[in-house]
């Protein structure tokens, strides 16, 4: 059974930083690309940053200089690190696995207080 778990969400204030984990397991087929979106209370989930096996990375405009997104391929781990967090960035942040088919995680709640 293929399993996404995200980690590291937390209780910040402004300024600070914080390091999302995300975590397979199970049998994935080739993995393309993993990556983080969020989604804040009354918004549509969106984009935060992906990157595919390559080490390409894409990257959403509200958070590119902040964030930054890297993979370890032999484990199937992703981690999003975030710095200079706004409260903005407030939202429940969801881990996406692509491989043929898209999976994802339940969720890990940052909150950035000003």
Same mark, same amino acid.
């Given at each position: 059974q293929?399993?996404v778990?995200?980690?590291?969400?937390?209780?910040?204030?402004?300024g600070?930083s914080l390091?999302?984990s995300c975590?397979t397991?199970g049998r994935?087929a080739?993995?393309?690309? &993993?990556?983080w979106?969020?989604?804040?209370?009354?918004?549509q989930?969106?984009l935060v940053?992906?990157?595919?096996?390559?080490g390409r990375?894409?990257i959403? #405009?509200s958070v590119k200089?902040r964030?930054?997104?890297?993979?370890?391929?032999a484990?199937?781990?992703?981690i999003l690190? &975030?710095?200079?967090?706004?409260?903005? #960035?407030t939202a =429940? !942040?969801?881990?996406?696995?692509?491989?043929v088919?898209? !999976?994802?995680g339940?969720?890990?709640?940052v909150? =950035?207080?000003?």
């Amino acid at each position: 059974q293929v399993q996404v778990v995200e980690s590291g969400g937390g209780l910040v204030q402004a300024g600070g930083s914080l390091r999302l984990s995300c975590a397979t397991s199970g049998r994935f087929a080739s993995i393309n690309l &993993m990556g983080w979106y969020r989604q804040a209370p009354g918004k549509q989930r969106e984009l935060v940053a992906d990157i595919n096996g390559g080490g390409r990375v894409n990257i959403a #405009d509200s958070v590119k200089g902040r964030f930054t997104i890297s993979r370890d391929n032999a484990k199937n781990t992703v981690i999003l690190q &975030m710095n200079s967090l706004k409260p903005e #960035d407030t939202a =429940v !942040y969801y881990c996406r696995v692509t491989a043929v088919l898209a !999976y994802w995680g339940k969720g890990t709640l940052v909150t =950035v207080s000003s």
